[in-house]
């Protein structure tokens, strides 16, 4: 899996967030939220040491989740993945939980 995965910031639509968000470690990604709320406006990743970063879409908290693992598994072993936005829609809000 790539080491980093990158979320450009054209398609964060969240309080002035007008940077890239990059991720380490991920472990995980899926629809829906860590307690197995399947949540179709959400989409989780888990990254190494448990941090929890859930992330709020419109109606595509799956094709996001899968966009997500396609970054992930598209480059094994590479330095950063870029997740493809084809939804059409944006991040509205992230949490980050330890």
Not at 17 to 29: A, W
Request: charged share 10%; glycine share 10%; net charge negative.
């Amino acid at each position: 899996m790539a080491n980093y995965i990158k979320f450009k910031a054209a398609d964060i639509n969240h309080a002035n967030q007008l940077s890239d968000i990059i991720l380490s470690n991920v472990e995980s990604c899926f629809q829906g939220i860590a307690n197995g709320n399947g949540d179709p406006n959400k989409f989780t990743a888990i990254c190494a040491g448990g941090r929890t970063y859930t992330f709020t879409v419109d109606f595509q908290g799956e094709a996001w989740a899968n966009q997500v693992i396609s970054a992930l598994t598209a480059n094994p072993g590479g330095p950063l993945a870029v997740v493809q936005n084809s939804t059409g829609t944006k991040i509205t809000d992230f949490v980050v939980s330890n």
